[in-house]
């Protein structure tokens, strides 16, 4: 399995959720769906996805069979194959699909957060799951550094690739909480600069080839050697 963009990640969660907490609507149609993925509660980050992003997510999930389209009925629904597709028991993904959707927590957290998508006996238990994630190849969870004046450490998913580490405003020169990255929120930054880097060099390479067509020199990047005119000009 290939990592997943914060949205398809988002998506594989809220259908592992659903699943456990409201079995009669599942599996779910695309509103029900989205009106997960955007959900304004028990979720870090706030997303607010349309539905052809859902539905571009929900296809590379489908593509990795990690998600199944059902058939029959008026409407598309959507179930997940979490637990075989990422090759993690039952328990393991409860606290994926939980780690995604509210971000890092500790181990107490999440097994508060994960009582209606399975019950673990105790915090011991919480920790085994995770520490079994962790210790996996590859890797599915990490124990984040303890930040500081937390009594204790946080873990994370691996879902969508390395942790970006939150950072913190100095106390000391005034910085406040609020003004706190939290992991959820960078992972998403991370990857809406690729996405946006992406879509520059498509713009590029169109606008060098409409110039190209019309005989026109493309302005270089700044400190790059200027262009050679075509000749004849």
């Not at 939150?166 to 992972?187: L, Q």
Request: glycine share 6%; charged share 25%.
């Amino acid at each position: 399995m290939r990592e997943l963009t914060p949205l398809e990640a988002r998506v594989l969660a809220v259908l592992v959720e659903k699943a456990a907490t409201v079995p009669d609507s599942y599996p779910l149609t695309l509103n029900s769906l989205q009106s997960g993925v955007n959900q304004k509660t028990a979720r870090d980050p706030v997303m607010n996805a349309g539905e052809t992003e859902i539905l571009e997510a929900i296809d590379s999930l489908k593509r990795q069979s990690l998600v199944f389209e059902t058939s029959g009925g008026r409407v598309s629904r959507y179930e997940h194959n979490a637990p075989r597709g990422i090759n993690v028991p039952g328990d393991a993904a409860a606290l994926l699909a939980v780690l995604v959707l509210r971000g890092p927590q500790t181990a107490a957290e999440l097994r508060t957060n994960a009582e209606r998508l399975h019950r673990f006996a105790d915090i011991a238990a919480v920790e085994a799951c995770l520490q079994a994630l962790a210790d996996r190849y590859p890797p599915r969870a990490v124990l984040l550094p303890r930040q500081p004046g937390a009594r204790e450490s946080r873990w994370a998913h691996l879902l969508c690739g390395e942790v970006v580490p939150a950072t913190f405003a100095p106390r000391e020169t005034g910085g406040s909480d609020d003004d706190a990255i939290t992991v959820g929120e960078a992972v998403a930054l991370k990857a809406e600069v690729k996405r946006q880097g992406e879509e520059l060099a498509r713009l590029r390479t169109l606008v060098e080839r409409m110039a190209a067509e019309l005989g026109m020199a493309v302005p270089q990047d700044e400190g790059a050697p200027a262009a050679v005119p075509p000749a004849g000009t």
